[in-house]
């Protein structure tokens, strides 16, 4: 089956302009995570989806930063006044908590990432 | 104090070798614990996940947890050059599904 995809795959950007990036969740995942990762370092927590629960944005950098899941499907990452250190790659989970054995287990599916470069 | 520690490496074990990487987290209340895989280029993909106190083996690949530590690690044993990756530790937090992924280690391992 289709896993999660993400576009676009490279977006190059100039400095003070806005992008948004775009996550399609694998079907029926109600849990969606934007993370972002640097170059060689690990993933820094962005904003986590769960169904029609108000999202987790504790990881959001600062305001320039929003995302939105519409129908608790598709979900689209803003990116506003893009500055230099923005430029990473950007990656997407989701993951199926209904399927979760004791509420402990949580597999996310992750993206093939979308890399964000700001000049 | 980061929320989930790894030593960066590089880790460079030699073909058959056991690999041990470590992860250390400041949630005490911690639940779930994961490790991820990921190649150079590539997305990360879950390889193990534990949850109670002990060991958890799954064919080559055994993971270790110890709460009371805050610790968690990963033996891969006999390893092999396909293991050559950046490993992901990742914690799930107290009361939600919010993960928080250490910076992670990367290994290599030498034919």
């Known amino acids: 089956g289709a896993g999660v995809s993400q576009s676009p795959s490279n977006k190059v950007t100039e400095k003070g302009k806005d992008v948004e990036l775009r996550c399609d969740p694998i079907?029926?995942?109600?849990?969606l995570y934007w993370y972002r990762q640097s170059l060689g370092q690990g993933l820094e927590f962005l904003i986590y989806?769960?169904?029609?629960?108000?999202?987790?944005k504790s990881g959001l950098p600062s305001d320039r930063f929003s995302a939105e899941r519409t129908g608790g499907s598709v979900s689209t990452l803003t990116i506003q006044r893009t500055q230099q250190e923005d430029s990473a790659v950007y990656l997407c989970a989701s993951s199926s908590p209904g399927l979760e054995r004791n509420y402990r287990y949580n597999e996310q599916f992750f993206g093939p990432g979308t890399r964000l470069t700001v000049l | 104090q980061k929320e989930v520690e790894q030593n960066s490496g590089p880790l460079s074990v030699p073909e058959g070798a056991i690999a041990s990487l470590n992860c250390t987290y400041s949630d005490r209340g911690s639940q779930s614990f994961f490790w991820y895989r990921q190649y150079s280029g590539k997305s990360p993909e879950l390889i193990m996940f534990i949850y109670s106190n002990g060991d958890k083996e799954d064919g080559r690949f055994t993971a270790q947890l110890n709460k009371a530590s805050q610790y968690v690690s990963l033996l891969i044993r006999d390893s092999q050059p396909s293991d050559s990756a950046t490993y992901l530790c990742?914690?799930?937090?107290?009361?939600?599904?919010?993960?928080?992924f250490g910076a992670g280690t990367r290994l290599f391992v030498k034919a």
């Open positions: 990742a914690v799930r937090n107290t009361g939600g599904f919010k993960t928080i």
């Open positions: 989806f769960q169904g029609n629960s108000a999202p987790d």
């Open positions: 079907s029926g995942h109600t849990a």
